[in-house]
């Protein structure tokens, strides 16, 4: 399918007004964002939950290698080779951020997820550990293997809080087109990175996801970005998440902040009061 | 929020630095070394379980000193309607509080005075919090 | 749209919004409780067959300063400083006998039944807790680790999600996931701080075997503590009338222990009702277009390793300020 323009303007306009009809909320007007996205192909035998709704519960991971880079890339001695995952390659930084991206590359010691912090959105949803997806009507439950914090996508018709918020994660809710979940995103911290390069975002980014089955066992998640602070137009990212179905797999604890004093826990090994 | 009087003071409690700590006051703190501090607004995180605000601070030598500030939760000062956008960068405060018991320049705030004389200072908003939480 | 805070400075109404906290924080402080009894669930039910459980509660007995005397001394701070503007006399500590119960509620003298060896290794903690000149001493809570399965329940409000399959505890620092599947247990040399958890429901019981854990939480800034071969049998209680549960956990560890332990802990529900108080309510009303009371919890992530933790210098690891 081709990207970027939307093939099907009046049923995606037609069910826009169906769920405006039922009650769902619609994010809340802000700054546009990039041309509609072409609707994806309907797939067929796809879990849904009692209330009809595609059902993304499950365990999800990327194999995109986004994380290494967003931009296409050649191979380093950090990280394998991509091809990107950016609708035309390339991210449109305004002068100035380019030259703080240039910085943030440098100094590749100072990506927050090497002190355990969470990795944000969209990070962690194309990171190289696997996340699950808990789902019920009024929300989805996003819980991430690395750190191992919780995201919420309200799907019961909330609004953003009034005025910005610093968070991690953002503030999500969302809300159904026919069988394409759309995410709204805002009230972000700055203060994550968006791969290992130097990648990044403002406080001010305004997010658009745009979640939706290939098939049962694979979701196409699609993310648009607007940024005025940080890039001169928007941009979209897309990759794919399959699902992890190793029997028994499960998400395992990984509070990786806990992995510098760790040993010093209960006592340390070398504790002299033992006795023993 | 539904009376602007009831603001100041539930702000007050909320950025007083012993409300809601993560970690025992008295483990890193000498409530018998009070310290008033004046100084410029360098940096804020605006982070949970507890804020810190960073302020340089010239001694009577003349050297500036950053000192670090430690606040209660910025989640209870968001139940207030206070933002870190309230807080610009460059801002005079004058903040009161407790040495670390380390001796670096941090410290443990209990009231912050802004420039255009607000004083938020700690009043306690949970009398009967489980062990008054620190 | 950014708000702008009009302030008044009226300090003679002090008395007022102190009140108004301190009535929602007294339902949540009982110094005795009812526990609740296993039993049927008459209560409503979720579409897979669960007690429907799900949304906010906090604990009604206090902080994790003090495992046995939670609202004794080290129930609260006595040595954080008075607080400005206020009278100079923090509350008195009532008698013991008006103070909630050890929260070890058996063996019945309400003491984790120790080995001497583990009875000094508390002792020590407890005797550094505010003068942690060593990085063991600083209690790992204070650098964001999670607060261990029991623990976690000592501390603020927190929220429960269900799932067909799952049941999820959203803490401050750190989350649970109760598996109710039927799976086998991660292999023993994965150890978790807030351990591996199974569950199945028993009428208005969900009963929980928890492995795999790591201990490193302690159970309390008193400094008990079990080892990583310790096993958790946890029995969560819920009343039907759906304001209240019961926490049970019986902690087996030959390793620390003479004979098994168990912590009890009373919770209950938190609600639109339940006045915001920084502590046990710790949500936010949802904006929307309705007219019905909707709250939500923000993204719990705690964030640390940017300043000193007692004497040990930040400089002893790789803390530092954050950039």
């Not at chain 1, 990327?62 to 050649?74: C, K, W």
């Not at chain 1, 009034?162 to 009230?187: A, Q, Y």
């Not at chain 3, 490193?216 to 008193?222: A, E, H, I, N, Y």
């Not at chain 3, 502590?279 to 019905?292: R, S």
Request: net charge neutral; aromatic share 10%.
């Amino acid at each position: 399918m081709t990207r970027g323009d939307t093939r099907y303007p009046l049923a995606a306009m037609g069910l826009a007004l169906l769920a405006s009809a039922v009650g769902l909320a619609q994010a809340p007007p802000r700054a546009p964002a990039a041309a509609k996205p072409a609707s994806p192909k309907p797939a067929t035998d796809i879990p849904r939950t009692p209330d009809g709704k595609p059902d993304f519960s499950g365990i999800w991971q990327s194999l995109s290698g986004a994380d290494y880079g967003l931009e296409p890339h050649p191979a380093t001695k950090e990280g394998p080779p991509g091809a990107g995952v950016v609708e035309g390659n390339t991210i449109p930084y305004t002068t100035g951020a380019l030259d703080q991206r240039a910085k943030n590359a440098a100094r590749a010691t100072a990506d927050p997820r090497l002190k355990c912090f969470t990795l944000g959105t969209p990070r962690g949803i194309y990171y190289a550990e696997p996340f699950q997806i808990f789902q019920r009507p009024r929300d989805l439950t996003l819980l991430f293997e690395f750190g191992h914090p919780v995201r919420t996508i309200n799907t019961n018709a909330t609004e953003h809080p009034d005025g910005h918020i610093d968070f991690w994660l953002g503030d999500s809710r969302g809300h159904w087109e026919g069988d394409t979940l759309v995410v709204d995103v805002t009230d972000f911290n700055g203060e994550t990175w968006l791969d290992r390069v130097g990648d990044f975002n403002s406080d001010e980014l305004h997010l658009v996801e745009h979640w939706s089955f290939v098939n049962r066992d694979t979701i196409r998640y699609r993310a648009t970005f607007n940024d005025p602070k940080v890039y001169t137009r928007p941009w979209t990212l897309d990759v794919l998440l399959y699902r992890r179905l190793e029997p028994n797999v499960q998400i395992i604890e990984n509070y990786c902040s806990t992995l510098d004093y760790d040993r010093y826990y209960p006592y340390p090994a070398t504790s002299k009061l033992t006795g023993k | 929020m539904k009376s602007r009087v009831l603001c100041v003071l539930m702000l007050a409690s909320a950025l007083g630095g012993v409300a809601s700590a993560h970690h025992s006051f008295a483990a890193e703190y000498d409530s018998n070394q009070p310290i008033t501090l004046s100084g410029t607004l360098t940096k804020i995180e605006w982070t949970n379980p507890h804020g810190w605000v960073y302020i340089d601070v010239k001694g009577d030598d003349g050297k500036v000193t950053n000192w670090g500030v430690e606040f209660g939760s910025p989640n209870a000062l968001l139940r207030r309607g206070v933002r870190r956008t309230d807080f610009p960068l460059g801002i005079s405060l004058v903040v009161k509080g407790y040495r670390a018991k380390s001796g670096s320049p941090v410290i443990n705030g209990s009231s912050v005075k802004l420039p255009d004389g607000r004083d938020l200072y700690t009043g306690s908003s949970n009398p009967n919090a489980p062990g008054a939480e620190k | 749209m950014r708000i702008r805070i009009q302030l008044v400075l009226l300090g003679g109404l002090a008395i007022t919004p102190a009140a108004v906290f301190a009535q929602g924080a007294r339902s949540f402080r009982e110094s005795s409780f009812v526990p609740a009894a296993s039993g049927p669930w008459t209560g409503p039910q979720l579409p897979d067959g669960q007690p429907d459980v799900s949304g906010h509660w906090s604990n009604t007995i206090g902080n994790h300063n003090n495992l046995t005397d939670p609202q004794g001394p080290l129930g609260r701070d006595d040595e954080a400083p008075p607080a400005e503007g206020r009278q100079q006399n923090a509350r008195k500590p009532k008698p013991r006998s008006e103070r909630a119960p050890s929260r070890v509620s058996d063996p019945p003298d309400g003491q984790v039944p120790f080995q001497p060896w583990a009875r000094v290794m508390q002792e020590d903690f407890l005797a550094h807790l505010n003068n942690p000149v060593k990085p063991e001493y600083v209690e790992p809570f204070a650098r964001c680790a999670p607060g261990g399965p029991t623990k976690s329940f000592m501390w603020h409000g927190y929220e429960i999600r269900q799932f067909p399959g799952y049941v999820l505890f959203m803490f401050d620092s750190g989350n649970r996931v109760i598996y109710l599947d039927g799976r086998p247990h991660l292999p023993g040399n994965v150890k978790l701080w807030n351990g591996d958890s199974r569950g199945h429901w028993e009428g208005n019981t969900l009963v929980v075997d928890t492995t795999n854990n790591n201990s490193k939480s302690r159970l309390g800034r008193s400094g008990e503590f079990v080892s990583e071969n310790a096993t958790i049998q946890e029995r969560f209680v819920f009343d039907p009338a759906g304001d209240r549960f019961t926490y049970n956990a019986t902690y087996t560890d030959p390793t620390v222990l003479t004979r098994p332990f168990t912590v009890t802990i009373p919770n209950r529900r938190v609600t639109d009702k339940t006045p915001a108080d920084d502590w046990n309510n710790l949500t936010f009303p949802a904006k929307h277009a309705g007219n019905e009371p909707i709250i939500e919890a923000y993204e719990r992530i705690c964030v640390e390793g940017n300043g000193d933790h007692g004497q040990v210098v930040a400089s002893e690891s790789t803390e530092g300020k954050t950039p």
